[in-house]
């Protein structure tokens, strides 16, 4: 292959991948409704926490899930007496955990997270914790410590 047509191969390959990824980024996350007013998270951040709660406290042998604990909300209630730097870290982490275009490449996934399986969650989860990439390690070291401190802190578990 010359070099005029291997440039152009590359180009276009460059554009669909492009394209490919704005499709992939644009793609809706799973809508989950507060239960209370929220505070601190916006809806589809609060959408991404629940769905992540609900995977890490799923309410197994006689225990009540994340969810049936309202722990969603509670976490939103926290960060409301939070600096609004930290809910905003909080925020981008939950965005990085749904967004399919960066997870495409470092594990094949094309769907979001709120938007899989709870396999596919459950896999998500799971490709965070081993990561080679420090920061998705520690997104998941602070949510499950997020969720779980939130989880057995209530006196209902």
């Not at 629940?50 to 799923?58: G, L, M, Q, T």
């Not at 722990?71 to 809910?87: F, M, N, Q």
């Not at 275009?101 to 709120?114: I, N, Q, Y």
Request: proline fraction near 6%; glycine fraction near 8%.
């Amino acid at each position: 292959m010359d070099r005029r047509r291997f440039l152009a191969v590359s180009g276009a390959a460059a554009v669909a991948l492009g394209l490919a990824g704005v499709g992939l980024a644009l793609r809706p996350t799973t809508q989950r409704q507060p239960r209370s007013p929220l505070q601190a998270l916006d809806a589809t951040s609060f959408s991404i926490l629940a769905a992540a709660a609900d995977r890490i406290c799923p309410g197994e042998d006689g225990l009540p899930s994340a969810w049936d604990l309202e722990v969603p909300e509670a976490i939103d209630s926290y960060l409301a007496t939070k600096h609004p730097g930290t809910v905003a870290e909080v925020t981008q982490a939950l965005a990085f955990l749904e967004n399919p275009l960066p997870a495409l490449f470092l594990e094949g996934r094309t769907s979001t997270f709120t938007g899989a399986s709870a396999a596919g969650q459950d896999a998500v989860l799971l490709a965070f914790a081993t990561s080679r990439i420090g920061l998705r390690r520690t997104v998941y070291k602070a949510l499950v410590a997020l969720v779980t401190s939130t989880y057995w802190g209530d006196p209902r578990v």
